[in-house]
């Protein structure tokens, strides 16, 4: 998908999540958002905003998440940009209505 000198985004050869999924991570260990240091920030966003757009060109929309604490079952940081059927769906499709 997207390659820098210390970041990677890449489709996982087994499926996640969605019918579109790829994992952008940095080559170096980071153990979480929180270790992030900003100039690595930096570049991952960019790497991010660039498969983000790609997917929502694709599929029209997208979710971009990581976890962290006791929700973070892999130690190192990685961000997961998913679109379609599979994804969470925090509001369902069409908008919220309170």
Not at 18 to 43: F, T, W, Y
Not at 48 to 73: K, N, P, Y
Not at 77 to 96: N, Q, S
């Amino acid at each position: 998908m997207a390659e820098t000198a210390t970041v990677l985004a890449f489709r996982p050869p087994r499926p996640g999540f969605g019918r579109e999924h790829v994992i952008v991570v940095p080559k170096a260990h980071v153990g979480s958002l929180l270790d992030l240091e900003p100039d690595l920030a930096a570049e991952m966003m960019a790497v991010l905003q660039q498969t983000a757009a790609e997917v929502v060109a694709r599929h029209g929309g997208c979710q971009v998440l990581t976890t962290l604490g006791d929700e973070q079952h892999n130690q190192h940081l990685h961000w997961h940009v998913a679109a379609g059927d599979g994804v969470a769906r925090f509001v369902p499709t069409g908008g919220w209505n309170p």
